[in-house]
């Protein structure tokens, strides 16, 4: 007897995983692209704990679970968290938080679809607003960090600015997009690299549009 798989109004089924209706782009870039972890994790030393945003839909957070010990993904816009809820709740070793990262913690944001990004429930930008809140990697005082991976619209320097304290004690690799939309936030394109850079990291590889960078020895 198959089971039926019940499904709120204004999601569909992709690929086994609760999904917006609406989206038409963002899916098969998500599915297609999680080989391009590898280029991080072959870097990695320990799979403790790895801190992925955005989380969308949970594509990624599942891969990573079967690798980590914990995963810790955030996912500010309501719509997709409740996604990402649903697709995770299997997986003991995954937490999911309902916020955006960036340098400063206390605030909230709103959120908005790039230009030309009406079909992209991955294309949410960092605005003014209510919608979500902002919390620093810092203020979680993990316990270790071993993997970093970034994928949040142009917001990426923020919150590498509010990992600092992390970074520099933990020295986990990082892996981050980097497609140009930073300059909305006032950094230019490698703002982020550049800055890890001065920390002691380099690149290591450019898979796509993400530059993974490790801490140098």
């Not at 899916?27 to 989380?55: I, N, S, W, Y």
């Not at 930073?182 to 380099?202: H, P, V």
Request: glycine share 8%.
């Amino acid at each position: 007897m198959t089971e039926t798989i019940s499904i709120p109004a204004g999601y569909r089924l992709e690929r086994g995983l609760m999904w917006p209706a609406e989206d038409r782009a963002c899916a098969a870039v998500v599915f297609d692209t999680v080989p391009d972890m590898d280029h991080a994790l072959k870097h990695c030393r320990k799979f403790e704990l790895v801190v992925q945003a955005g989380g969308n839909m949970g594509v990624w957070a599942l891969a990573l679970a079967q690798k980590f010990e914990r995963v810790v993904t955030f996912e500010p816009d309501p719509r997709n968290f409740r996604a990402l809820v649903h697709n995770t709740a299997s997986a003991e070793n995954i937490l999911a938080l309902p916020c955006a990262l960036g340098s400063d913690g206390g605030d909230w944001c709103g959120l908005d679809l790039a230009p030309h990004e009406t079909n992209n429930a991955g294309a949410y930008q960092v605005t003014k607003g209510v919608t979500a809140p902002i919390v620093t990697i810092d203020s979680l005082n993990l316990p270790s960090l071993d993997l970093l991976y970034l994928d949040i619209e142009g917001f990426e320097m923020p919150a590498i600015l509010g990992a600092m304290e992390t970074i520099d004690k933990f020295r986990p690799v990082i892996a981050i997009e980097d497609k140009g939309l930073s300059d909305r936030y006032g950094y230019q394109k490698g703002a982020a690299e550049n800055a890890l850079a001065t920390f002691g990291y380099e690149v290591v590889a450019r898979p796509h549009r993400d530059v993974v960078m490790v801490a140098r020895a």
